[in-house]
């Protein structure tokens, strides 16, 4: 006997069609509740969004740390009456901060630096002669 209640016997087929009506009756509201809740479900999720963080933010909670490098200035043009020994820089770059800072020892443990925020760095042209030369033009 099949689950949707084929007539058995001692079963008139008007009782069976009532059956079946009752069946689909009950199908028919537990799909309309089914569709109900999914719908609810559905605004429960796009209300909650905004209340979870964007991506960028988890990002920026794993700060990216200061670099600091050891560099050379190499001399231009502009740069020729100043011809010495060669100066060792320390770079620092602040990606957060959007700063870099040249700094230059001196003599007697002084120090004097040149703090670059990132608006005022105009392009990065990396040397394709030479690996790890890298040109900074800067406003002005």
């Given at each position: 006997v099949?689950?949707w ?10 009782q069976?069609?009532?059956?079946l009506?009752?069946k ?7 799909l ?8 609810k479900?559905?605004q429960?999720?796009s ?7 964007p991506?960028p ?5 794993k ?10 200035l190499?001399?231009t ?6 011809i010495?020994k ?11 901060g959007?700063?870099?800072v040249v ?8 120090e004097d ?6 608006d ?11 690996q ?9």
């Open positions: 099949s689950h209640g084929f007539q058995t016997a001692g079963q008139s087929g008007e069976e069609l009532e059956n009506v009752l689909l009756s009950v199908l028919k509201d537990f309309s509740s089914i569709e109900k809740k999914a719908l479900a559905l429960e999720m209300s909650a969004t905004p209340a979870i963080p991506q933010l988890s990002r920026k909670a700060s990216i740390p200061v670099q600091t490098f050891e560099v050379k190499d001399i043009l502009g740069d020729l009456t100043k010495g060669s100066q060792k820089y320390t770079l620092s770059v602040d990606v957060e959007g700063k870099l700094l230059k020892k001196q003599k007697d443990s002084q630096w040149n703090t670059f925020t990132h005022k760095i105009r392009q990065l042209i990396k040397s394709q002669r030479v790890n030369k890298l040109g900074i033009v800067f406003e002005k």
